[in-house]
């Protein structure tokens, strides 16, 4: 990306970063105008057992088998970075961060079939989930 | 994006997400096997006064200054979306969510001047924030 595309991308504009963010072919830029919300859905998980590496792999297993749902715009499986500061929250296990293009995608998520099956496959593993859902300031 | 790109994007190649995050070329494709880690940093940031709304934008309006920072690759600024379970953390004011292609830029970016200069000016505002920095899994 060059520096002016990366720049408009850092725009004001939610739609502008919609644009950047899925990669959407240019011509869309001329309806920038058109502003759209992003719907950031993240979810930290922190496992019962949290040093099991192998339930750490079968959460994850289980993340992978939801990033089939279409309403995903984007997703992402993280886990701790090794930053350490005090502010920084180090104890969850896996982190799942999902864009949406808004609300109702979302809700359409939280109610899909793959996902009410991955809650009851895989719940059973983690001891406490934090979600923050945020949309565009 | 159709279908076929987008499920390409989800898959779990770090890089593949990097294409689809950043809007890279196509040609970029072919070199997925140069596997990327992406760094997540998500901030969420408490006010002292968290009804003031003035306080808000002007936390907002500090961000906005922090996206000129060149090691950043994708700026968010949220607030809480509508959604309402007793796992999700409606408490904060504003989230900064960003994307850096490895944690040494985010070091970078940590002590860039702009940063050091936001954290000095706006830093009174808030009570709390809690940083989950985040990477492949």
Redesign the interface.
Known sequence: ?N?L???S??G?SAFL?L??????VPSLYKTRQKKKN???H?V?FWLKNPDSAADKAKL?EGL?TL??I?Q????????????N?S???RG?A??W?LFFDN?QE?DVYQEHPVHLKFVENYSQLWEK?????????
């Open positions: 990306m520096k595309s990366r720049r991308f850092l004001s970063s644009v950047g963010v899925f990669g959407l992003m719907f950031v993240h930290y994850i992978n990033k089939g279409k995903i715009k984007m997703a992402h499986i993280g886990v701790p970075a090794n930053t500061r502010v920084i929250e969850y896996v982190s961060l609300q979302q989930v934090i979600v923050y859902d945020s949309v565009d300031a």
